[in-house]
């Protein structure tokens, strides 16, 4: 399974970080796969955490909601 197919997997059940990317799949660039999946039509939503004065990305996919039509 890619490192992109993992990252997606993982996003359905909650959000990732670089070090869970990293500690999981072995993937250092999830930024990169990030946008590969934006690319691909995911919306991702990315949210600045801080800890112990350390700044961080977390990612969430945004579930997108069934249209009334």
């Known amino acids: 399974m890619s490192h992109s197919a993992q990252i997606l997997n ?3 059940k909650g959000p990732i ?3 869970d990317a990293l500690n999981n799949y072995g993937c250092f660039r999830l930024a990169a796969r990030i946008n590969d999946l934006r690319m691909s ?3 991702i ?3 600045i955490a801080n800890k112990d004065g350390k700044r ?6 945004v579930e997108q909601k069934a249209s009334d039509e």
């Open 10 to 12: 993982h996003l359905t």
């Open 41 to 43: 039509g995911h919306q």
């Open 17 to 19: 970080t670089a070090m």
């Open 45 to 47: 939503h990315t949210e």
């Open 56 to 61: 961080y990305a977390r990612y969430h996919l």
